[in-house]
């Protein structure tokens, strides 16, 4: 069941995505026991822990460029004893060359190269993949909408979660707001193709080589 | 024109109603400039300040039962040069006995006593004058609703707002969310009277001193 | 996974619980394998099945007094293939009778009886066991916060959730607010003895025969 | 006083700012009672007369290409017996050419083109003046705070206001929810000088004619 508490994660100054957020956005990855996992700013790794427990017969490459991120990571997998994560300290999207194809991408932070880091993903993404995003900025969401619009082979929905948790302060329930956040789920479809282009024989590799050669070539 | 902004404001450590929180407020309550109006809970004065503006010609009570929040209205009612602001340091509900008959009562704070501040209210309250209330607990606001539900002269509407401000961060729009606040507002009307009752003829003071003596009588 | 589309549900003129809703709601129940689940106020019963594919070697009992919501819930079993779903068409709290002890009580809709259900739920949930309510109104909200509190043997967390779907129009997206709904998560301790209670030499059946004991008692 | 209650326009099916957010855009405008004031997408005029009973001695220029609109205002103009508005058929960022020189601009609607508007709206705005923009679509937003970033000689603040309504259903109340909306509110400030220029003594006239040719040859 995913929602483990977010005091369980041991954490330090790394920003960590909030329980709910969490919650709903592996829900909205949608996630299988064999899939490949790529988790873009892992921060504490609490995306990626609980990712790797659904994920139980797959792989999650959790990714993030700070070096205290990394040490965290480490620490909660052993802690949550989950041996499929595969932590790579290095900067997106340059990380991403080191990673196989995979089924869903789970992004927590952009540092400001959101579309930089899609292009990256769209290579790696199997066709009927998802990329659920999460953004504290207008102007990271906003690249991101642009380049979902942009591209010809994505369907998508995009939102704003507020939370605002009930403090118990002296027998009153006072609101306290959390930061929102908006969450982008996309949806992989395979790329249209334009309808008078002669389809010559393949042999049975066709359309996942197909594919991939259209991604690098892009 | 109100809305003054929050940094204008000499504040200690006394929770401050904020500049959008307070200009909703305040448009809510359609101050007139001869009105009286009374501020309970008053804090650093912030909804006083903008009430003295418009009523001025009227008087603005300023109630508070913590020190440091006299002295910060006073220094306030200085800065912004407004002269009919009367402050009253002591607790709601007794601090509205010294209060003359109002038409606007503001309640930025009710620390959990605002039935009785809503009964003490309406017994000074014109007809046809408002009350508006800014809740950041969902007891109060229960209660308001809940005492207006069986009040049977007053109209009102009731919302929730929430502010998310967008700090610029290195170039980045970044959404900081303010706590919600409730803000009900309800007008006063003439009391219902029951239609079986036999109507004796009275003089011209009728409905006048009816209503103070069913409001003395509740 | 949990996160079923709204669209997939059968759904008529009877409410249903939001999938982003549902998702938070079911990932605060915590609901293991073999649990035994309430559904209150099932409506499409979208909870109920999200649940009964968790609970796969438990029960979900879905009660709703609405004919129109029986026959939803029915249908929606069947498409969704999940077959240990017991459907009571009878209102809430005199069903929740006709149920067994039970782990997790989800109350979706709770007609305005929420004090009653609570206490009907309360002798049936296990120690260990968790309450997991939507609201929409403030008054039931408060009444349940009021019952925590007075409860010895809960803790709880509560929260607002807004969402703003971002809608495509003509390429820009745009945003469309759903309403907002508190969860409310209590999880049941063992009740407090007052501390001058001589305690007996008891069998290692001690917490469990005296807690249900308790229950009954009540 | 600001704040007039929305069923007292005269609304067709054109869209119209809602009270609470009319009411904020109006005090973070800050009107005076002699200021040019520009409204763009003026819709049913409900800014426009909101703004010309403040701006009593000046003038509102109510822009909007909708015939539909250019009806209602003039129809709420006359209700609201205001006679300082001058209506204006023709769509921004033209139709600002008609314009004189203004202290405030308030841009309720945009239609796709903010970047052109701000930059005609710009020419226009004398130092000090002050744009309120509310905005319904991330792309308009996003565009308008990369417009101010990129702009030397504005300062500003943004934030989403979301409201939701307590309605009573049956004695309860039900939080409804309205679309949120992004308020922007920048202020214009003498442009910065590059520090090595030579300063030549000028007539007292300098700043005014200065910063007016700048914005002509911009």
Request: net charge positive; aromatic share 6%.
């Given at each position: 069941m995913?929602?483990i ?5 041991i ?6 995505t909030?329980?709910e957020?969490?919650i709903l956005?592996?829900a909205?990855?949608q996630i299988?026991?064999?899939d490949?996992v ?9 995306l990626?822990?609980?990712s ?8 999650v490459?959790a990714?993030d460029?700070n070096?205290?991120a990394?040490?965290?990571i ?10 499929n994560i595969i932590?790579i300290?290095?900067?997106a999207?340059?990380?991403l060359?080191q990673?196989?194809?995979i089924?869903i991408a789970l ?5 400001g190269?959101?579309v930089?880091?899609l292009?990256?993903i769209?290579e790696k ?5 998802r990329?659920?995003?999460?953004f ?10 642009d ?15 507020q ?7 002296g027998?009153?329930s006072m609101?306290?707001a959390l930061n929102?956040?908006?969450i982008?789920t996309?949806?992989?479809f395979?790329?249209?193709?334009s ?5 010559l024989?393949v042999d049975s590799q066709?359309?996942?080589?197909n594919?991939?050669s259209?991604a690098?070539?892009r």
């Open positions: 995913i929602g508490e977010d005091e369980k994660f954490r330090g100054k790394v920003p960590m909030k329980q957020i969490r956005t592996i909205k990855a299988c026991a064999t490949y790529v988790d873009i700013g892992a921060g504490t790794g609490s990626s822990i609980e790797a427990k659904i994920a139980e017969h797959g792989y490459f990714i460029k070096p205290e990394i040490d965290l480490t620490q909660n997998a052993e802690k949550f004893s989950v041996d932590i300290n290095s900067e999207p340059d990380a060359r990673v196989p194809r089924d992004i927590g932070g952009s540092g190269r959101i930089e880091i292009n990256a769209d993404l199997k066709t009927g993949g990329i659920v995003a999460n504290i900025t207008i102007q990271s969401l906003a690249a991101m909408l380049w979902l619009k942009k591209s010809e082979n994505y369907i998508y929905d995009a939102m704003q979660i939370i605002n948790k009930l403090q118990n302060v027998g009153y609101s306290q929102p956040v908006h982008v996309a949806k992989k395979p790329q249209k193709k309808p008078n282009i002669i389809k024989p066709e359309s996942k080589s594919i991939s259209v690098v070539n």
